[in-house]
C-alpha cells in the first residue's frame, strides 16, 4: 500500500465537527497520550505520567499495562521518589517491535536509517554512488536492495518496520518526484517504483506501506525533533549538497506552501546572467554554493564526492587560498539569499546542514556579513549567534524513519502486531 500526507476530511455534513467521539476513539487517544508521555521523558512512573497527561491513576496503570502487553511499553527495576509510599515501577518505551525506515535518495548516494519508538537510530546502511544518468527505477530498485538488509539487521534486533519513508530530492508530491533537476527526474512515480522493487525482497513479498516527502524537510524535521535547538521552534534549514535545498519550520510546523513544493532555496536566482543550472534558469544559488560548483572554484573535481568535499575541508584549514576564497564566495552568496528569506519570514535561526556544517568556519563569517548588512529587523548582527550549523543528528533519513514512528505513536493500536 502506497501512502502520502494527506490529512483525511471530516465526514459530516459542512461546517460539522465531525462524529461525536467514542468510548473507543478516547481510549485510542489516552494509549498515545500515555505512550508519547513515556517516550518523551525517557523513563517514567505511572505516576509522573498521569501527573503529566492529566489522567487518574487508575486510568494511566489500565492504559500501561494495554501498551505492555502490545509491546510498546516495558517496565524494570523501582524508581523511589523519596515521598511516603510504594516505590514506582520504570517505564520505558520497548527497544523492539515498531519502528521506522527512513530511505533517503540523493544525488551521489543513497542512505537507509531504522529508527525504534525512543527516536533511537538502529541501524544505518549507506552507499555512495553517482545516481545521475542511471533511470529512476534503477536508482530507487538500489534503494529498496539497501532497505531490504537493514530489514534484516533490523529482525535481528527484534524490531519490525511498519512502514517506509522516502527522502526525495526536488520537487515531491502525491508520491512522485515532479521534478529533481539535479538528477534529471520529471514526473516520477517514486513510491511505486521503490515497493515494487521491496516487495519480492521481503518474505513472501509482503509489501510496507511507503509514504514520502522532499529529502530537505526531512532534515528539518530531524533537526527539529533531534538537534538540540531548545526552545526554538521557527527555523530556516538550508542543506549544501550537489544541491541545495531549503525548508522552513514555524511554530514546530513545515511550511510547505500551497501545493507542497515551498524551500526550494537552491534555485533562488543570484545573477540572472550568471551560469546555466539544471532546472533551465541561469545564475542559481547551487551555481555558486552547491558541492559541484564548490569543489570547481577550489581546484577540486567536481565530481569527486564525499572525498572532495574533505579535501576542500582540508585544504581551507591548510589556508589554501583558493579553497578559502571558494568557501568565502559561497558564503556570500547563501548569505545574500538568507537574508532576502530573514526578511521575508523572519525566523529566529538558519540553520545549515550537509556539507556546510564541515565548513562553516570559512562559510559564516561571510554569511553573517551580508546577513547583519542586509536584514531589516536588526535582529542579525554579527556573531548573533542565529547563524549555525546543524546537529550529526539532522539527516534526511532519520527525519523519514523518525515520521513514521511518530504515526505510531499517534496510534498505537493501528500496529499492534498480528498474529503471523
Same mark, same amino acid.
Given at each position: 500500500?502506497?501512502?502520502?500526507?494527506?490529512?483525511?476530511?471530516?465526514?459530516?455534513?459542512?461546517?460539522?465537527?465531525?462524529?461525536?467521539?467514542?468510548?473507543?476513539?478516547?481510549?485510542?487517544?489516552?494509549?498515545?497520550?500515555?505512550?508519547?508521555?513515556?517516550?518523551?521523558?525517557?523513563?517514567?512512573?505511572?505516576?509522573?505520567?498521569?501527573?503529566?497527561?492529566?489522567?487518574?491513576?487508575?486510568?494511566?496503570?489500565s492504559l500501561v499495562e494495554q501498551l505492555i502487553?502490545?509491546?510498546?511499553?516495558?517496565?524494570?527495576?523501582?524508581?523511589?521518589?523519596?515521598?511516603a509510599g510504594r516505590p514506582g515501577t520504570v517505564?520505558?518505551?520497548?527497544?523492539?517491535?515498531?519502528?521506522?525506515?527512513?530511505?533517503?535518495?540523493?544525488?551521489?548516494?543513497?542512505?537507509?536509517?531504522?529508527?525504534?519508538?525512543?527516536?533511537?537510530?538502529?541501524?544505518?546502511?549507506?552507499?555512495?554512488?553517482?545516481?545521475?544518468?542511471?533511470?529512476?527505477?534503477?536508482?530507487?530498485?538500489?534503494?529498496?536492495?539497501?532497505?531490504?538488509?537493514?530489514?534484516?539487521? !533490523?529482525? @535481528?534486533? *527484534?524490531?519490525?518496520? #511498519?512502514?517506509? $519513508?522516502?527522502? %526525495?530530492?526536488?520537487?515531491? +508530491?502525491? &508520491?512522485?518526484?515532479?521534478?529533481?533537476?539535479?538528477?534529471?527526474?520529471?514526473?516520477?512515480?517514486?513510491?511505486?517504483?521503490?515497493?515494487?522493487?521491496?516487495?519480492?525482497?521481503?518474505?513472501?513479498?509482503?509489501?510496507?506501506?511507503?509514504?514520502?516527502?522532499?529529502?530537505?524537510?526531512?532534515?528539518?524535521?530531524?533537526?527539529?525533533?533531534?538537534?538540540?535547538?531548545?526552545?526554538?521552534?521557527?527555523?530556516?534549514?538550508?542543506?549544501?549538497?550537489?544541491?541545495?535545498?531549503?525548508?522552513?519550520?514555524?511554530?514546530?510546523?513545515?511550511?510547505?506552501?500551497?501545493?507542497?513544493? !515551498?524551500? @526550494?532555496? *537552491?534555485?533562488?536566482? #543570484?545573477?540572472? $546572467?550568471?551560469? %546555466?543550472?539544471?532546472?533551465? +534558469?541561469? &545564475?542559481?544559488?547551487?551555481?555558486?554554493?552547491?558541492?559541484?560548483?564548490?569543489?570547481?572554484?577550489?581546484?577540486?573535481?567536481?565530481?569527486?564526492?564525499?572525498?572532495?568535499?574533505?579535501?576542500?575541508?582540508?585544504?581551507?584549514?591548510?589556508?589554501?587560498?583558493?579553497?578559502?576564497?571558494?568557501?568565502?564566495?559561497?558564503?556570500?552568496?547563501?548569505?545574500?539569499?538568507?537574508?532576502?528569506?530573514?526578511?521575508?519570514?523572519?525566523?529566529?535561526?538558519?540553520?545549515?546542514?550537509?556539507?556546510?556544517?564541515?565548513?562553516?568556519?570559512?562559510?559564516?563569517?561571510?554569511?553573517?556579513?551580508?546577513?547583519?548588512?542586509?536584514v531589516v529587523s536588526g535582529l542579525w548582527p554579527?556573531?548573533?549567534?542565529?547563524?549555525?550549523?546543524?546537529?550529526?543528528?539532522?539527516?534526511?533519513?532519520?527525519?523519514?524513519?523518525?515520521?513514521?514512528?511518530?504515526?505510531?505513536?499517534?496510534?498505537?493500536?493501528?500496529?499492534?502486531?498480528?498474529?503471523?
Amino acid at each position: 500500500m502506497n501512502t502520502n500526507h494527506a490529512s483525511a476530511a471530516p465526514s459530516g455534513p459542512p461546517g460539522s465537527l465531525g462524529p461525536k467521539a467514542g468510548k473507543e476513539t478516547v481510549r485510542r487517544h489516552n494509549l498515545s497520550l500515555v505512550l508519547r508521555a513515556v517516550r518523551d521523558e525517557g523513563e517514567a512512573t505511572r505516576a509522573g505520567v498521569a501527573a503529566r497527561v492529566g489522567l487518574t491513576r487508575a486510568a494511566v496503570s489500565s492504559l500501561v499495562e494495554q501498551l505492555i502487553d502490545s509491546g510498546f511499553l516495558s517496565e524494570s527495576g523501582k524508581t523511589f521518589s523519596g515521598q511516603a509510599g510504594r516505590p514506582g515501577t520504570v517505564l520505558k518505551v520497548t527497544r523492539t517491535g515498531p519502528a521506522g525506515i527512513g530511505v533517503e535518495i540523493n544525488i551521489d548516494y543513497v542512505s537507509v536509517c531504522v529508527v525504534d519508538l525512543s527516536g533511537t537510530d538502529r541501524v544505518r546502511l549507506t552507499e555512495h554512488i553517482d545516481n545521475r544518468g542511471a533511470r529512476p527505477a534503477e536508482v530507487l530498485a538500489r534503494g529498496a536492495r539497501i532497505a531490504a538488509r537493514t530489514l534484516e539487521s !533490523a529482525a @535481528e534486533q *527484534g524490531l519490525l518496520p #511498519v512502514g517506509v $519513508e522516502l527522502a %526525495l530530492p526536488g520537487l515531491v +508530491s502525491g &508520491g512522485a518526484v515532479r521534478q529533481a533537476p539535479n538528477l534529471g527526474w520529471n514526473r516520477v512515480p517514486a513510491q511505486e517504483h521503490f515497493a515494487r522493487a521491496l516487495a519480492p525482497l521481503r518474505p513472501g513479498g509482503a509489501e510496507l506501506p511507503v509514504s514520502s516527502e522532499n529529502e530537505a524537510n526531512l532534515a528539518a524535521l530531524a533537526e527539529l525533533w533531534f538537534g538540540g535547538l531548545g526552545p526554538l521552534r521557527s527555523f530556516l534549514y538550508l542543506t549544501g549538497e550537489i544541491g541545495v535545498g531549503g525548508a522552513l519550520v514555524v511554530d514546530g510546523e513545515l511550511l510547505r506552501g500551497a501545493h507542497g513544493f !515551498a524551500g @526550494e532555496i *537552491g534555485h533562488v536566482v #543570484v545573477d540572472s $546572467e550568471g551560469p %546555466l543550472c539544471r532546472c533551465g +534558469s541561469r &545564475g542559481c544559488l547551487e551555481q555558486y554554493a552547491g558541492q559541484s560548483a564548490l569543489l570547481r572554484a577550489a581546484g577540486i573535481d567536481e565530481d569527486a564526492g564525499v572525498a572532495g568535499v574533505a579535501e576542500l575541508e582540508r585544504r581551507a584549514r591548510g589556508g589554501d587560498t583558493a579553497a578559502v576564497a571558494a568557501v568565502e564566495r559561497a558564503g556570500t552568496m547563501l548569505g545574500r539569499v538568507l537574508s532576502g528569506a530573514v526578511n521575508l519570514f523572519d525566523p529566529d535561526a538558519v540553520v545549515l546542514g550537509g556539507i556546510y556544517r564541515a565548513l562553516m568556519p570559512w562559510l559564516s563569517p561571510a554569511a553573517d556579513h551580508e546577513l547583519t548588512a542586509r536584514v531589516v529587523s536588526g535582529l542579525w548582527p554579527r556573531g548573533s549567534g542565529r547563524l549555525r550549523a546543524s546537529s550529526a543528528a539532522g539527516d534526511a533519513a532519520r527525519g523519514a524513519a523518525a515520521l513514521v514512528v511518530r504515526a505510531v505513536l499517534a496510534d498505537p493500536l493501528a500496529y499492534v502486531p498480528r498474529p503471523a
